[in-house]
């Protein structure tokens, strides 16, 4: 049995607006939460980890489609692990682990985009891919198979 999972319904972005001083690294920050979504197939559910003050990293687990996510948050100064979405696909044979970390309260999230679609032909859609965009400038990924399928997952501050 393969299970799949829908994007996020919310992607909580972290932005700042004063420039940082000379030689100083900027900090970014705010508690303003932008809720988008959901997306994704008829199977698996859709799923929010309710708006934290920021994101510290992001671990996936892909292969030809997305397996699990999970987001490990800011509340407060202190880190929050959010809840396992995906997984139980069935095997480890070919699944790849993906982590991305971020220099919170440094750097933030900016952007999220991916692909989805069926990964057989008449098969359900689920999500193929995702990328993610940060503050600094820097892509993470694709995590998973980017080929095929519309983009139809994106969002961006």
């Given at each position: 049995?393969?299970r799949?999972?829908?994007?996020?319904?919310?992607?909580?972005?972290?932005?700042?607006?004063?420039?940082p001083?000379h030689?100083?690294?900027?900090?970014?920050?705010?508690?303003?939460?932008?809720?988008?979504?959901?997306?994704?197939?008829?199977?698996?559910?859709?799923?929010?980890d309710?708006?934290?003050?920021?994101?510290?990293?992001?671990?996936?687990t892909?292969?030809?489609?997305?397996?699990?996510?999970?987001?490990?948050?800011?509340m407060?100064?202190?880190?929050?692990?959010?809840?396992?979405?995906?997984g139980?696909?069935?095997?480890?044979?070919?699944?790849?682990?993906?982590?991305?970390?971020?220099?919170?309260?440094?750097?933030?999230?900016?952007?999220?985009?991916?692909?989805?679609?069926?990964?057989?032909?008449?098969g359900s859609?689920?999500?193929?891919?995702?990328?993610?965009?940060?503050?600094?400038?820097?892509v993470?990924?694709?995590?998973?198979?980017?080929?095929?399928?519309?983009e139809?997952?994106?969002?961006?501050?």
């Amino acid at each position: 049995m393969v299970r799949r999972i829908k994007c996020p319904e919310s992607l909580v972005h972290m932005l700042q607006l004063q420039q940082p001083a000379h030689n100083q690294r900027k900090m970014v920050a705010s508690s303003r939460a932008i809720k988008v979504g959901p997306w994704g197939g008829a199977a698996g559910s859709a799923w929010d980890d309710g708006a934290h003050r920021g994101v510290r990293s992001i671990t996936v687990t892909y292969w030809q489609y997305l397996e699990s996510l999970t987001v490990e948050y800011d509340m407060n100064g202190q880190a929050v692990v959010g809840e396992k979405h995906g997984g139980g696909g069935g095997g480890t044979s070919g699944i790849h682990v993906g982590e991305i970390k971020l220099d919170y309260p440094y750097e933030s999230l900016t952007g999220v985009g991916g692909r989805y679609g069926p990964v057989t032909y008449g098969g359900s859609p689920v999500v193929r891919s995702l990328t993610f965009r940060t503050s600094r400038g820097t892509v993470h990924g694709p995590f998973g198979n980017a080929a095929g399928g519309p983009e139809g997952c994106r969002s961006s501050t």
